[in-house]
């Protein structure tokens, strides 16, 4: 047998080689079954097998399950999110989309779905491996596993993989179906985008929840004040709140020094700005919130907190509507 003309294919799907591959480069059905039973090759799956020295990796397991279940499947659901670089257990199991309506093979080891709704099936490559795109990622992902859909929507928004609209829009046509995963799709999207502007980081989240369970004054989210897109904006104050603080960039001293040259900036317009690091907002949400408070009523005496909170509460219901 001629692995020459399979190493092409090979290299470009790790280490993995079909049958009609094997087929179409003029290789016969006989000579791919001696090679099976004479260890030149190992069999994967029905029709997939490795060549000799290829290492067996968590991408090969996938991409082996695509080719064995033929033209139009694509990894999805947990596989789609591992290689959309969401980080996901060792112990995943391989999952694939089959899109023909001609039934495909069942796999050991493998789960097949057949789903009728074919809505926003169109393939991304991902580590060379058809794959779900993350609209649909997204969708399918809410249906097996939701309680990691939150993190997965936060990789999504903050790596700019897609937009805040396009993610409501892929709620919105699905949900028209009754999908099984919108529910925790749509709950994680309220987490990661705030006025309709994606989030940057965990800290802008945690931020937001402090707001909300301490019912502090109405804010802005990612306003431009002197010039500059800050993070929170206490509105009605000259008061800004960074979620990025001295701790986040303790080991970049240009961080530290452009951090410093920004706070400076504001200073000179007459703006306060507050740094909040990650283990202030989340492990003692309650002093932070008493700080923010006390500043507030020192800065800008003028404010009626009560009747803030009162019209911030508002204003979030009719945006909720």
């Not at 909040?276 to 202030?280: A, L």
């Given at each position: 047998m001629d692995f020459t003309s399979l190493g092409t294919y090979a290299?470009?799907?790790?280490?993995?080689?079909?049958?009609?591959?094997?087929?179409?480069?003029?290789?016969g059905r006989a000579t791919w079954f001696r090679a099976l039973q004479d260890g030149r090759l190992t069999l994967v799956h029905r029709g997939v097998a490795r060549l000799p020295g290829a290492p067996e990796t968590r991408d090969q397991s996938i991409a082996a399950a695509v080719l064995a279940t033929g033209p139009g499947s694509m990894a999805s659901?947990?596989?789609?999110?591992?290689?959309?670089?969401?980080?996901?257990?060792?112990?995943?199991?391989?999952?694939?989309?089959?899109?023909?309506?001609n039934r495909s093979p069942d796999i050991d080891g493998v789960i097949v779905h057949r789903p009728r709704d074919l809505r926003d099936l169109q393939p991304a490559l991902k580590a060379r491996i058809?794959?779900?795109?993350?609209?649909?990622?997204?969708?399918?992902?809410g249906a097996?596993?939701?309680?990691?859909?939150?993190?997965?929507?936060?990789?999504?928004?903050?790596?700019?993989?897609?937009?805040?609209?396009?993610?409501?829009?892929?709620?919105?046509?699905?949900?028209?179906?009754?999908?099984?995963?919108?529910?925790?799709?749509?709950?994680?999207?309220?987490?990661?985008?705030?006025?309709?502007?994606?989030?940057?980081?965990?800290?802008?989240?945690?931020m937001r929840r402090?707001?909300?369970t301490y019912?502090?004054?109405?804010?802005?989210?990612?306003?431009?004040?002197?010039?500059?897109?800050?993070?929170?904006?206490?509105?009605g104050t000259p008061i800004v709140l960074e979620c990025d603080g001295w701790e986040f960039h303790a080991r970049s001293r240009a961080q530290q020094d452009a951090d410093a040259a920004r706070d400076a900036h504001l200073a000179e317009h007459g703006v306060l700005s507050l740094r909040?690091?990650?283990?202030?907002i989340v492990r003692r949400p309650a002093e932070q919130a008493r700080?923010?408070?006390a500043i507030v009523r020192q800065w800008a005496p003028h404010l009626d907190l009560g009747a803030d909170r009162r019209r911030s509460a508002t204003i979030r219901a009719q945006k909720a509507r």
């Open positions: 290299d470009d799907h790790h280490g993995l080689v079909s049958l009609p591959a094997a087929l179409k480069r003029g290789l659901h947990r596989s789609a999110a591992h290689l959309w670089g969401i980080v996901r257990p060792d112990d995943d199991p391989v999952e694939v989309i089959v899109t023909r309506r058809p794959t779900t795109n993350v609209l649909r990622l997204l969708c399918d992902l097996v596993d939701a309680g990691s859909v939150s993190d997965a929507v936060g990789h999504v928004v903050t790596a700019r993989l897609a937009s805040p609209v396009a993610l409501r829009a892929a709620i919105d046509r699905h949900s028209r179906r009754g999908r099984h995963g919108v529910p925790a799709f749509r709950a994680a999207l309220e987490e990661w985008v705030i006025d309709g502007k994606p989030v940057d980081s965990v800290l802008e989240t945690a402090l707001f909300e019912r502090l004054p109405p804010y802005e989210f990612h306003a431009r004040i002197a010039g500059l897109e800050v993070d929170f904006w206490i509105v909040f690091t990650y283990h202030q700080r923010i408070a």
